[in-house]
Structure formats: C-alpha cells, structure tokens
C-alpha cells in the first residue's frame, strides 16, 4: 500500500465528506493521508503515458467515443505536464485529423498598461491548473471537459464532459456525455 500525503483545499474538502473511513472531512489544518491500495498501482512501466492508458482505459481506441465506457473511469494527474502528456499519448492513438485552437493574442489597452511588460510569448508559455494552454489541439471523436463556462443559460456547467463531433474554425461542436443533457449537441 502507498500512502500519499495531500494538501485539502476548500474544493476537494468537501469531496470526502462522509466517505470512506471518515477521516477526510474533518478538521486537520488543511493536510491529510490518502492510502491507495496495491492493486490500484502501476509498478513495472517503461513508457508512463502507455502504461497509465492501457491500464486504465482498456480497448480504448474501440470506446472512445463510448460515453459510458468514459465515465467509469478517471486519472489522476499530479501536475499538469503528466496531464499534458497522457493527452498528447491519447491523441496520438486516434486517427482523425487534428486542428488546433490558439488563445487570444489581444487585449483591451487597460490590460496593456497593468501588464504591459509581460509578453505575448511569456503569457502564451504559462500553463495553469483550470486554464486550457494557450494552443489547443482537438480531433473529432475526442472526449473534452468544458472547464469554465460563462453563460450557462443553456445548462452546459463547469466540468461537463462531451464528445467532439465536429471542428470549424473558431467552433467546436460537441455532444455531452454527463449530466442532465446527455445526448444534446452545442456548439461553442
């Protein structure tokens, strides 16, 4: 067995409210202990992206694009270079052609003057938990999460999971697989 020591935050202080053992969720200065059982760890790997994928994601290239076989299964990611890079393993698997998305290179002349000695290329490096990096590759067929939605009028929520199903040039259709609306279609 591995335990692993975490730092909680207010987000995930919630998650363990009256789960497992109990002992998440109770005050303890912010830090806790996760014990992951044995058969959950991946011991003997040469290439971690290959191995985490097979592993978890078994047939994956047959259920892709199974919202079903997707939503049974999660990985967890310590930083966001290990997510980037089983991402990129993923997308290599697929076969359909790739576009890719770029961040905004404009901003108002407020912003300019606050921030007006950082440049484009450094904004453009930085890579934030919750923040797409600044280029953004996609294929049809690829699962997607829609991180921060603005306008949820149209019950598309922070953290719903959808299929892309088609790429334009500055629109990406997909249909969602989790939540409420299952089986509906947007395109953003």
Excluded: W
């Excluded at 058969?39 to 892709?64: G, M, V």
């Excluded at 930085?126 to 953004?136: A, C, G, T």
């Excluded at 829609?146 to 259709?173: F, K, S, W």
């Amino acid at each position: 067995m591995l335990s692993i020591p975490i730092v909680m935050t207010l987000n995930n202080f919630f998650i363990g409210h009256d789960k497992g053992d109990g002992k998440l969720g109770e005050p303890n200065d912010g830090y806790g202990e996760i014990n992951i059982p044995d058969e959950f760890l991946i011991k003997d790997f040469n290439d971690p992206s290959k191995t985490i994928i097979e592993t978890t994601y078994a047939n994956l290239l047959q259920n892709y694009t199974n919202g079903d076989f997707l939503q049974k299964r999660v990985v967890l990611a310590s930083t966001k270079d290990v997510v980037d890079s089983i991402n990129d393993y993923v997308m290599s698997l697929i076969s359909n052609e790739e576009k890719e998305y770029c961040s905004a290179d404009k901003s108002d002349q407020l912003l300019n003057l606050a921030f007006g000695v950082l440049t484009l290329e450094f904004l453009n490096s930085l890579k934030i938990s919750r923040i797409p990096n600044h280029k953004l590759k996609i294929k049809v067929g690829t699962p997607i999460i829609l991180l921060r939605n603005l306008y949820q009028a149209d019950e598309l929520y922070n953290g719903t999971m959808l299929i892309v199903t088609r790429l334009g040039r500055h629109v990406v259709e997909a249909k969602i697989i989790t939540g409420p609306n299952i089986g509906h279609t947007y395109q953003e």
